[in-house]
């Protein structure tokens, strides 16, 4: 298995970053595939395989760890990617909230 489960919402409470700028102030560390619950069931085919898909965007996947659970908001197709290319690690944004 990729993920430690396949989720289909945020069950954490709204933090507030909305925009890359907001989560760069989160440091990027590596995290463990398999530790990660994904908020998304379904990926965009085209985000997975295009080149330039972080251009506009974050270079870090974005995770909220929150009940020591580890959730990853944005960047699906990167972990996906990272899985296919047979590394069991991902660089992201965690950004943890207290219970």
């Given amino acids: 298995m990729i ?6 919402s945020r069950p954490y409470p709204d933090h507030g970053l909305t ?3 907001d989560w760069s102030k989160v440091p990027p560390r590596q995290v463990r ?11 965009d085919l085209d985000a997975l395989l295009s080149e330039d898909s972080t251009f506009y965007g974050d270079l870090f996947a974005h995770v909220v760890e929150w009940g020591g659970v580890m959730y990853l908001e944005d960047g699906l197709h990167r972990a996906l990617r990272a899985a296919l290319q047979q590394r069991a690690v991902l660089h992201a944004r965690v950004l943890v909230l207290e219970d």
Avoid: C
């Fill in 3 to 8: 993920f430690k489960a396949v989720g289909d």
């Fill in 19 to 21: 925009s890359p700028r």
């Fill in 33 to 43: 595939l398999d530790e990660l619950v994904t908020t998304k069931r379904t990926l």
